[in-house]
């Protein structure tokens, strides 16, 4: 409050000095055009000159404020447009993650003119039709976006190669990812493309090489890695055509997960070295899979064997005999005693197996060495109590 009256004091001062001065000289001011004159106190002509400029400025505000009402609205239409293209391009990402295609296609095709789109737009509105069937129309886009330098030529390489493979068509996807750099082609796309590429050329060994980049770049579902694995691992060691050591070696590398009890992949690897008749082999294989587990495809394998190599599977098989609860290690020795000439042994091995499983197998086995020592009447109602047992079961 006090400032403001030092204010208004000073101002009634400065005012009172001003008409003091004004009234004691009001000066004189003449101008002469033509035959015009126009005569005037210099301070009078002074507030003339100080109103005719804040005329001129607020004319020149209202002019400079009516062009700017054009280029404000312009503003906010694109404004407007931006909104609705930035709309258009969330509701077809949703639509392709939703798998609704069409959808997706359209509203990214429709994403607002080229110069506002992202790469994203072509690309993903060439996917989705792609998975509507429309390969050459998903292609011809691609081809679009590539000429119109809409997106990087690496990621319409990959998008183009995946529209072959959508299409079944690993001729072009491999010629399509061809044109990748060595640096392009170890992105984690890229590889994940390669290595279902190589699942239809059924290239195993590449497809193995791939695999452990596929998982560090968690590009494919876990599922999906785990099956391609599978396939590609036992199509590996079924196929080879090569030595015993080269299947071995292979078998030898193979996940540890691929190797456990119960998986296919051990009895893909006896299946090859039984169909070579690579005996000596073989055994040692089998001797190895002991140590860990005893399964049956395991002992299957052992009365396959010749006697040579079969007699030697004896001290591996009995370290399983506690734990033997279908009779199959009993049955194994049986047949190993039968090859030494055993028969007492033999046939306290038959008895204890079928005792442990009866089934037919054990039975017959049993039967056939009972009668081989005469006991024919024994051997007969075995095979009675077997018949039995399967009509009951039926």
């Given at each position: 409050?006090a400032?403001?009256?030092l204010?208004?004091?000073?101002?009634?001062?400065?005012?009172?000095?001003l008409?003091?001065?004004?009234?004691?000289?009001?000066?004189?001011?003449?101008m002469?055009?033509g035959?015009?004159q126009?005569?005037t106190s210099?301070?009078?002509?002074?507030?003339?000159?100080?109103?005719?400029?804040?005329?001129?400025?607020?004319?020149?505000?209202m002019?400079?404020?009516?062009?700017?009402?054009?280029?404000?609205?312009?503003?906010?239409?694109?404004?407007?447009?931006v909104?609705?293209?930035?709309?258009?391009?969330?509701?077809?990402?949703?639509?392709?993650?939703e798998?609704?295609w069409d959808?997706?296609?359209?509203?990214?095709?429709?994403?607002?003119p080229?110069?506002?789109?992202?790469?994203?737009h072509?690309?993903?509105?060439?996917?989705?039709?792609?998975?509507?069937?429309?390969?050459?129309?998903?292609?011809?886009?691609?081809?679009?976006?590539?000429a119109?330098?809409?997106?990087p030529?690496?990621?319409?390489?990959?998008?183009?190669?995946e529209?072959?493979?959508a299409?079944?068509?690993p001729?072009?996807?491999?010629?399509?990812?061809?044109?990748?750099?060595?640096?392009?082609?170890a992105l984690?796309?890229a590889r994940?493309l390669?290595?279902e590429?190589?699942?239809?050329?059924?290239?195993?060994?590449r497809?193995i090489?791939l695999?452990?980049?596929?998982?560090?770049?968690?590009?494919?579902?876990?599922?999906?890695?785990?099956?391609?694995?599978?396939?590609?691992?036992?199509?590996?060691?079924?196929?080879?055509?090569?030595?015993?050591s080269a299947?071995l070696?292979?078998?030898?590398r193979?996940?540890?997960?691929?190797?456990a009890?119960?998986?296919?992949l051990?009895?893909?690897?006896?299946?090859?070295?039984?169909?070579?008749?690579?005996w000596?082999?073989?055994?040692k294989?089998?001797?190895?899979?002991?140590?860990?587990?005893?399964e049956?495809?395991?002992?299957?394998?052992t009365s396959?064997?010749?006697?040579r190599?079969?007699i030697?599977?004896?001290?591996?098989?009995?370290?399983?005999?506690?734990?033997?609860?279908?009779?199959?290690?009993?049955?194994?020795?049986?047949?190993?005693?039968?090859?030494?000439?055993?028969?007492?042994a033999?046939?306290?091995?038959?008895?204890?197996?079928?005792?442990?499983?009866?089934?037919?197998?054990?039975?017959?086995?049993?039967?056939?060495?009972?009668?081989?020592?005469?006991?024919?009447?024994q051997?007969?109602?075995?095979?009675?109590?077997?018949l039995?047992?399967?009509?009951?079961?039926?």
């Amino acid at each position: 409050m006090a400032r403001m009256s030092l204010y208004l004091v000073c101002s009634l001062f400065v005012g009172a000095i001003l008409v003091n001065t004004i009234v004691q000289d009001p000066g004189y001011l003449l101008m002469s055009w033509g035959d015009w004159q126009v005569e005037t106190s210099v301070w009078l002509a002074m507030s003339a000159l100080l109103l005719t400029y804040l005329v001129l400025w607020l004319l020149l505000r209202m002019v400079r404020s009516t062009l700017r009402v054009p280029r404000a609205l312009r503003q906010w239409l694109g404004l407007r447009s931006v909104r609705g293209a930035h709309r258009r391009t969330d509701k077809g990402f949703a639509a392709f993650f939703e798998g609704r295609w069409d959808v997706a296609e359209k509203a990214l095709r429709k994403g607002g003119p080229v110069d506002e789109q992202t790469l994203l737009h072509p690309l993903y509105a060439a996917l989705a039709t792609a998975r509507r069937g429309q390969t050459e129309r998903a292609l011809a886009l691609l081809d679009q976006a590539e000429a119109d330098g809409a997106a990087p030529l690496s990621l319409v390489v990959m998008a183009r190669a995946e529209c072959h493979l959508a299409a079944m068509a690993p001729d072009r996807a491999e010629q399509a990812l061809d044109q990748l750099s060595s640096a392009d082609r170890a992105l984690p796309r890229a590889r994940a493309l390669q290595a279902e590429l190589a699942y239809f050329q059924r290239d195993w060994q590449r497809l193995i090489e791939l695999l452990p980049d596929l998982r560090r770049g968690r590009v494919v579902p876990e599922h999906q890695a785990a099956a391609w694995e599978r396939t590609a691992w036992l199509a590996a060691l079924s196929e080879t055509a090569d030595s015993t050591s080269a299947a071995l070696s292979l078998w030898k590398r193979a996940p540890e997960a691929l190797k456990a009890e119960g998986q296919p992949l051990w009895g893909a690897l006896v299946t090859r070295l039984q169909s070579g008749e690579e005996w000596e082999a073989l055994q040692k294989a089998l001797q190895e899979r002991l140590e860990r587990y005893c399964e049956p495809i395991t002992l299957q394998a052992t009365s396959a064997l010749p006697e040579r190599q079969a007699i030697k599977m004896k001290k591996s098989i009995k370290r399983w005999c506690e734990e033997d609860a279908e009779g199959r290690c009993h049955a194994a020795l049986a047949h190993i005693a039968q090859l030494e000439g055993d028969t007492e042994a033999a046939g306290s091995l038959w008895e204890q197996a079928y005792s442990r499983c009866p089934s037919a197998e054990h039975a017959a086995k049993w039967s056939g060495w009972l009668r081989d020592q005469g006991e024919e009447g024994q051997a007969s109602a075995l095979e009675g109590e077997l018949l039995v047992t399967l009509r009951n079961d039926r």
